[in-house]
């Protein structure tokens, strides 16, 4: 999970894990996200978009060669643009309902 505002994160990996997923992350930057998904390939990446001064673009582009399913979370970013982007994406607006969030990365895991 690539979120950088704290509460958010700890509120989707509390979702998360409440639906029984094991949480690589937070990771609040490009940096620190692409070191954890070198070190630990996750089954599914939910990224938040807009980090601070950067976008998460370098580490969906990497999960994309490594052939990762993405989930983009975010309240800034256009849908539209980032399937343009990444076809193979899914894309949950902030806010997004829990049961949504769980949803979507049950139907990109197949789980």
């Known amino acids: ?9 700890l509120d989707i990996a509390h979702t998360l894990e409440d639906a029984g997923c094991d949480i690589i992350g937070p990771c609040e930057d490009v940096a620190c996200a692409l070191e954890t998904i070198k070190a630990n390939r996750p089954d599914c990446a ?15 582009h990497c999960l994309t060669e490594m052939k990762v399913p993405i989930i983009f979370h ?12 990444f076809p193979t994406a899914s894309f949950c607006s902030k806010p997004c309902a829990p049961q949504r969030l769980v949803r979507t990365v049950e139907d990109a895991t197949g789980e």
């Not at 999970?1 to 994160?9: F, R």
């Not at 939910?46 to 969906?60: F, I, K, M, W």
């Open 1 to 9: 999970m690539v979120e950088d505002e704290y509460i958010i994160a």
């Open 46 to 60: 939910v990224l938040d978009v807009q980090l601070n001064d950067e976008t998460v673009h370098p580490v969906a």
């Open 74 to 85: 975010s309240g800034h970013a256009l849908p539209e643009e980032l399937t343009a982007e």
